[in-house]
């Protein structure tokens, strides 16, 4: 079983890396319009037009969220969603956003700046072991990093642990049917959300252990070819063209948005 440790590293790395990408390497890399990732276009002008950010889906598009909730965002990234979700809670509302990965934290906290927002947080920490009191949140939500730990069932613990009894999930994510051993052990397909992709029901079966209920998934969006190969060449932009049996995945591979609460 290799050390969960040096397999976070690894994906930190890769994210510092996209993000370098993202301004000075070639081409479009993980750009904010490549994949369908249901933000209307008012939302996505929140952030600069560097390919920073890194979603499959919009967690917030119908969360419940309201004016005064805290919200919790696993995986911030360049903070897309805390600028949504600070923009839904106001002033009376607070929105913390974790991550591991510097160059993440310092866009995100960049973004918060530019915005001139006060109600948002953005903390250094692992989603397994988050930085977060016990019951303290409304709403968990996650844009396409679940898939990237290699303690699934640590990060669903944590969710369960942070929220608030009532409290409420939204997390959009990539999941996965069969996929091949090639796929999950490259390095690079797990950076790109691929690689350690596990099945929906899988999912739903972690987040109902870890104590949440009426778990079900409100939204999917499959992904042809063509977008797995977008996919892919986040990891490859500088390393050649994906490589062309991803291809041949499509269907076996999708984003899907999960609800849920804590009773
Ligand atoms: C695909 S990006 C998504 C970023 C953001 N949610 C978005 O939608 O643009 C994945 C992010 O999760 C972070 N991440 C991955 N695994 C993590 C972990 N175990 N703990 C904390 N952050 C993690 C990475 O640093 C990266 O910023």
Known sequence: MPDPRSKRDEVSRFYTGALQ???????????????????????LDLLPDDGSSFGCGNPLAFAAVRAGHVVLDLGAGAGLDLLIAAEKVGPAGRVVGVDMTDAMIEAARASVTRAGLQNVEVRKGIIEELPVETASVDHVISNCVINLSPEKERVFAEIARVLRPGGRIRISDIVAEDLPEWVRADPELVGACIGGAIPEAEYIA??????????????????????LE????????????ADPRLARLAGRIWSATFSGRKP
């Open 230 to 241: 977008d996919m892919a060449g986040i990891a490859s932009c500088c390393c050649g063209g």
């Open 21 to 43: 990408r993202g301004s000075y390497c070639c081409g479009p890399a993980p750009s904010k319009s490549a994949l369908p990732a249901g933000y209307r276009p008012e939302e």
């Open 206 to 227: 972690g987040l109902e252990r870890a104590g949440l209920v009426d778990v079900r998934v409100e939204e999917r969006l499959r992904y042809d070819a063509r977008q």
